[in-house]
């Protein structure tokens, strides 16, 4: 990044004026600089976005992901702040019998009946590429910097799992391809909760409370009408 007055960069000019004044506009830090470019070109990285629609809504009374939250169905929230940092999204849809998500790609569950875990093995197994973000459907508080987050920590982990005061959030993950050897091993031996796998995994919980995106309603879920009247 060069200097905000002579666009020459601090390398060379140490922030002076061609003349040789010193300049009293000056760039934003290189660091930042480069953080903005990472975040604004994160959507081009092979990356699938999993939404977990395959529950079945049983404290809400009817199928919420198609739930009409705040002018607009509770699953596109979810959809929307994947979108801009994958060049995929698929819907793990649960039965294959169930309606799928117009213009994503729905992936039924190959193990049925094992809860989220059965739809996030099917979806990794169906998916282009060896990064993936997991979120379920009912999150519509989730923003795309949570997911660049994940992205930018996951080197060298099979799974990065947000943290925020101290509560770990395993539905909101990052997931590398190589861990469907053990997801399914878990389904085959009946342990259908993916916290059961970490253990088993290069899992990173990274804290995400004191970052930008942070709100009291990121991880916020609908899990019953009263929840979607807040």
């Known amino acids: 990044m060069g200097c905000a007055v002579c666009e020459t960069r601090f390398a060379v000019c140490g922030g002076k004026t061609k003349a040789g004044n010193a300049c009293t506009k000056r760039a934003e830090p290189i660091l930042f600089v480069l ?11 092979r990356v699938t976005g999993i939404i977990l629609a395959g529950g079945k809504s049983n404290r809400f009374g009817t199928d919420k992901t198609r739930f009409i939250y705040r002018e607009k169905p509770l699953i596109e929230w979810v ?3 994947l979108v801009p940092v994958c060049c995929e999204c698929v819907v793990g849809t649960g039965s294959p019998d169930r309606l799928g998500i117009e213009g994503l790609r729905n992936i039924p569950d190959r193990y049925e ?3 989220p875990l059965g739809g996030i ?39 990065v799992v947000p943290v925020h005061y101290g509560r770990v959030e395993p539905l909101v993950c990052y997931l590398h391809q190589s861990v469907l050897g053990v997801l ?3 389904l085959q031996c009946g342990r259908y909760k993916l916290q059961d796998a970490f253990p088993l995994l290069r899992t ?4 995400v409370e004191g ?11 609908i899990n019953t009408l009263s929840d979607a009247a807040l």
């Open 184 to 186: 399914e091993k878990q």
């Open 113 to 115: 009946n094992c809860g």
């Open 204 to 207: 990173r919980f990274p804290r």
């Open 121 to 159: 093995f099917s979806c990794l197994e169906a998916s282009r590429y060896a990064d993936n973000l997991v979120a379920a459907c009912d999150l519509p508080g989730l923003h795309p910097d949570l997911f660049r987050f994940l992205l930018q920590n996951s080197e060298g982990y099979q799974a």
């Open 211 to 221: 970052e930008a995106f942070y709100s009291s309603r990121l991880f916020a879920n």
């Open 79 to 81: 959809k929307e702040a």
């Open 35 to 45: 953080y903005s470019w990472q975040k604004n070109n994160m959507q081009n990285n």
